[in-house]
């Protein structure tokens, strides 16, 4: 799908949702719709999705979930016990990059994706505090597909906010919010498209 074709399209009013200890800025109709199907479609064909591992309680367990990390070369990333080595960034991705550096005013090195392929599979409570990335920089959440319910819930006094993550929107996680708060995506039992979700960050990339 071609660069030029993409048009940013930013809603009258950004959404902060955490009342302290950082920050989580919604936007709602941060893409077009009709350029977010088409790059879903692009992007189910150009990524290597593969089904995650996470080592839980000593054991490998795999999700039905698909994900695939995305980076600058060095830019390995760690979670659930499990390394993860970059692919090459696709000419769709380093659009969406680009336009989220220039509005954020970050640089972003990394992008992990999710593809949920029903309600049945979300994620459950953590925060993206993995010693590579930087705790500096924001990280930018892009949803594409299928409306989900996401929440936080702060680590100590268990405050909670949450939301639906619409398609095209964009969800702007500012520092110290991965220190703080927790997050998910809540499964659910009511029919809902698929949806991808792509997660910019930077990383702190290897000395090798």
């Known amino acids: 799908m071609g660069a030029s074709s993409w048009k940013t399209t930013l809603a009258p009013t950004e959404m902060n949702l955490l009342p302290k200890d950082?920050?989580?800025?919604?936007?709602a109709g941060f893409f077009d719709l009709d350029h977010c199907a088409a790059l879903f479609t692009s992007l189910q064909s150009t990524i290597d999705w593969k089904e995650d591992q996470l080592l839980m309680f000593g054991k490998l367990i795999t999700t039905k979930?698909?994900?695939a990390w995305v980076g600058d070369a060095g830019c390995s990333y760690t979670y659930s016990g499990v390394k993860k080595f970059p692919q090459a960034w696709t000419a769709d991705l380093l659009h969406i990059k680009h336009k989220l550096e220039?509005?954020?005013h970050s640089t972003f090195n990394s992008c992990l994706l999710n593809l949920y392929h029903d309600g049945n599979e979300g994620m459950g409570w953590h925060s993206d505090d993995e010693k590579e990335l930087d705790p500096f920089t924001p990280i930018a959440?892009?949803?594409l597909g299928g409306t989900r319910k996401f929440a936080f819930k702060h680590k100590f006094d268990k405050t909670s906010v949450s939301l639906f993550l619409e398609d095209g929107s964009m969800l702007l996680m500012q520092p110290p919010t991965q220190e703080f708060w927790q997050h998910s995506l809540t499964k659910t039992k009511r029919a809902v498209a698929p949806r991808i979700n792509l997660t910019f960050r930077a990383i702190r990339q290897d000395d090798d």
């Open 141 to 143: 959440s892009i949803s």
């Open 22 to 27: 950082g920050g989580a800025t919604y936007i």
């Open 65 to 67: 979930r698909k994900v």
């Open 102 to 104: 220039s509005f954020t």
